[in-house]
């Protein structure tokens, strides 16, 4: 069965500090994957998506980037992180049955 | 762009009652997916629709695809306490593997 990672956990940087989120998946290969975020109370905001190795579609202009360097991996960065990059990061899979699953997320808490 | 709202935003039932909600786009979706995310969790996937007028069940769960294809609806039977928390749908925009989310709907019940 597939399952889908995420660390850290929590997270709490402050204020022009780099950022680094992992996602991983196993039991699948050429996910889509994707990276959302989540305010408090709030829906999902989609960030990035990508359909392959070195493909990353962008859908918010903002602090933030992505990247996918092995096929199960997917990768948010930031240089020098912002109060308002706050909230809860979640990576998802998807498969060509257009169904999509979540990971656990990361809180993270920019000071 | 491509929006999707549910409604109610948030519901307080009795434990043991049914619960309806739905979700409404302006535009023609292909898939809808039902998620339901507890607190500090990433959402779980609970039911994924494919075909217009398509009823779905998942225990104590079913989810409907409307006829016209701009709406989708689930019910929750016998409500329980480990019901609470807030319910998603989504569905990918048209010809991608991007998906839109549901302003959510917020389920608490009184015991």
């Known amino acids: 069965s597939q399952t889908i990672h995420q660390w850290p956990a929590t997270l709490v940087q402050p204020v022009g500090s780099p950022l680094s989120l992992e996602c991983t998946v196993e039991?699948?290969?050429?996910?889509?994957l994707y990276w959302y975020r989540q305010a408090a109370g709030r829906g999902l905001q989609l960030l990035f998506y990508s359909v392959g190795i070195g493909q990353i579609s962008s859908e918010v202009p903002q602090n933030l980037s992505a990247s996918r360097p092995q096929d199960r991996q997917f990768i948010l960065s930031s240089k020098k992180l912002l109060l308002s990059d706050s909230g809860f990061y979640l990576c998802?899979?998807?498969?060509?049955?257009?169904?999509?699953?979540f990971g656990p997320g990361t809180r993270l808490t920019v000071t | 762009g491509q929006q999707l709202n549910q409604s109610p935003q948030s519901m307080f039932i009795q434990e043991g009652e049914d619960v309806s909600m739905n979700c409404t786009s302006s535009?023609?979706?292909?898939?809808w997916l039902w998620y339901k995310q507890d607190p500090g969790e990433g959402p779980v996937l609970l039911i994924a629709?494919?075909?217009?007028?398509e009823l779905t069940s998942n225990g104590r769960l079913t989810a409907q695809f409307g006829i016209t294809r701009k709406d989708s609806f689930l019910n929750i039977s016998a409500s329980i306490p480990s019901d609470v928390g807030i319910y998603f749908c989504?569905?990918?925009?048209?010809?991608?593997?991007?998906?839109?989310f549901g302003t959510g709907t917020r389920l608490k019940v009184l015991a």
């Open positions: 535009s023609i979706f292909n898939t």
């Open positions: 989504a569905g990918p925009t048209s010809g991608t593997y991007k998906y839109i």
């Open positions: 998802a899979w998807g498969d060509n049955s257009y169904e999509q699953y």
């Open positions: 629709l494919y075909k217009a007028g």
């Open positions: 039991g699948t290969s050429n996910p889509n």
